[in-house]
DNA sequence: TAGATTGTTAATCGATTAACAATC
DNA sequence: TAGATTGTTAATCGATTAACAATC
């Protein structure tokens, strides 16, 4: 059947980006129908934790057949807000901050990015793709003025708390942390977690310990 | 006490990443002892968790004071492989390859970027820092005679598999994955995800749905 | 029909938290 | 000493997997 209505898991959450992301490379491909057992295989899963995660949104399978392609992918568009505009703006215009600015892969998937920022006078009026750098002190105006919802934050960890509050008292809605920082934010607000060094040092106590 | 010798679950790797980072600062800050209580609130974590943690390397705290910061930091330094000097390369000149091969916090974490790959021939010979962009067909080369242990996979998810499995062939230990695809390896192989645009979209549906 | 695949319940497994004796 | 904090055991909680009746 399938619900809807309560919380997902952030467990189910994190996978249901991925049956996202393996249904519309499906539908590229023509493919009308996936089973279970299918995308188990794919993405590394068993059948058993597919089919559970997929109980969580609304939309069902069908016996003998599976889940028919175009479906899920509204269904999964729909539950990860792809759907949606997110106007978007970065803090931080280091190589990582205007990296993302210029990732065309945020915009494909509905992140408007609305304006990336720096504490550096010497970055502020740097071209980023069509965007220049602004200083922190237009920050909160941009965000009020554009309805910006989330600020991905790129900056150094000893500056990381100070931008999110900033960010925060802003009036925005979510955070993406790429620092190693640990983010303070307010229950109404959301924050995730993005460490790219933080995988990379996983990785080497993986590779040093492997057996 | 503190044990050592068994695997330790990647969810505990994890947060060692995080008390490496807190406990380095807090050195920094010349501070002297850490109790789990402290470490705790600082990354909103229970006291019994960080116990339960530090418990899996070989080092021991001491009642009413709590870790010696020095000890603390070298311990997981170890565990970590902070210590070793780890050569990687990047393949994908995009925005992020270019991005991560510039970023400082990499170097300074011991980690060696000997190249970086892009199957454009456009690309290649572009510098990004020191390095010039290499075509795909130098890669084994670069990854044998170099010894190179890690490799960074930032090429659009179609072509990541592909990229994986040279790599592999070329004698990699591990793999840092920033694509939305799944790479599948063998057993002797490490793989860590690190998918920016999974995070943003699992943002994206904590803001939908926040209550 | 026969049988493959779903949705869901129950069992297992693992991770987190609570509790507390040991101890500095 | 008195009491704060560790290390560890036991309890709880949550996530994954197995199993299977329902069904297309």
Redesign the pocket.
Known sequence: ???SGKAI????VKRLTRYLTEVQALREAEVEWV???ELAETLG?????V??D??HVDF????????RIDGLERVLVDVLGVDTTWNTVVVGAGNLGRALALHHEFSHRGFNICGIFDSDPKKVGVKVGRLAVKGMRELPTVVGEQNVQIGIIAVPDDAAQSVGDLLIASGIHGLLNLSLAHIVAPAGVAVTDSRVVASLLELAHAIKYRR
Do not use: E, F, K
């Open positions: 059947m399938a619900n898991p952030t467990s189910v089973s279970s057992q899963l068993t059948s058993s934790t089919r559970q997929l109980s069902s399978g069908i016996s003998r057949r599976g889940y």
